[in-house]
């Protein structure tokens, strides 16, 4: 089975950037997509961006696109997801996610089998 783990996550300033990891263990990154997820209290669970197994494609929520960055490392079976330029509205738990379906890059929660626990992510001042 496929383990995640997301790190990274803290209380920040509007402005402020963070930078989140998603370390897997069992299996090889190599043959997955991975995707972040972020969900605020009462709010619906929203993709945040996501990348191809070999990096080559990546996609991102419009309501974070210029400010975020997702990128891989395979060698080190992490996941990082770059985030500059935080607004409160960012704040909720990140989650990434992991899945083998062509190893494509999906914003879409439901084609993921693997989920790791989450890390708070606060934007305040």
């Known amino acids: 089975q496929l383990q995640l783990v997301e790190s990274g996550g803290d209380l920040v300033q509007p402005g402020g950037s963070l930078r989140l990891s998603c370390a897997a263990s069992?299996?090889?990154?190599?043959?997955?997509?991975i995707g972040w997820f972020r969900q605020a209290p009462g709010k619906e669970r929203e993709g945040v961006s996501c990348i191809s197994n070999n990096g080559a494609s990546t996609n991102y929520a419009d309501s974070v696109k210029g400010r975020f960055t997702i990128s891989r490392d395979n060698a080190k079976n992490t996941v990082y997801l770059q985030m500059n330029s935080l607004k409160p509205e960012d704040t909720g738990i990140y989650y990434c996610?992991?899945?083998?379906?062509?190893?494509?890059?999906?914003?879409?929660?439901?084609?993921?089998?693997?989920w790791g626990q989450g890390t708070q992510v606060t934007v305040s001042s």
């Open positions: 069992g299996f090889t990154l190599d043959y997955y997509g």
């Open positions: 996610a992991a899945h083998r379906l062509y190893g494509r890059c999906f914003l879409w929660a439901g084609v993921y089998d693997d």
